[in-house]
């Protein structure tokens, strides 16, 4: 059964990094990644990375954010650094397993505030 559990979420002042981290199980995916939810708005991809370590990065993540993966481990991070307020979400990890579809981890609150 795919499992996936994310963990580093928190509370941190703007300016500020923090970084999440995905352990996933049970198969091997092709594409990883980060989407965040923020209150009164849709669900957004924030970063992706292929199984080949190609990354992409919504444009207002780009420069700031740092997605990796170590395939092996079957774990994906997300290095967030000069957070700001509007980076606020819960943030979910999503893993495709080769062949099947998307699942999605529980999530984890990132709360950006002074």
């Known amino acids: 059964q795919v499992r996936v559990v994310e963990s580093g979420g928190g509370l941190v002042q703007p300016g500020g990094s923090l970084r999440l981290s995905c352990a996933a199980s049970?198969?091997?995916?092709?594409?990883m990644g980060w989407h965040r939810q923020a209150p009164g708005k849709e669900r957004e991809l924030v970063a992706s990375?292929?199984?080949?370590?190609?990354?992409t990065y919504a444009d207002s993540v780009k420069g700031r954010f740092i997605i990796s993966r170590d395939n092996p481990k079957n774990t994906v991070n997300l290095q967030m650094n000069s957070l700001k307020p509007e980076d606020t979400a819960v943030y979910y990890c999503?893993?495709?397993?080769?062949?099947?579809?998307?699942?999605w981890g529980q999530g984890t609150q990132v709360t950006v505030s002074s």
């Open positions: 990375i292929s199984s080949g370590g190609t990354p």
């Open positions: 999503t893993v495709t397993p080769v062949g099947g579809v998307k699942y």
């Open positions: 049970g198969s091997i995916f092709s594409a």
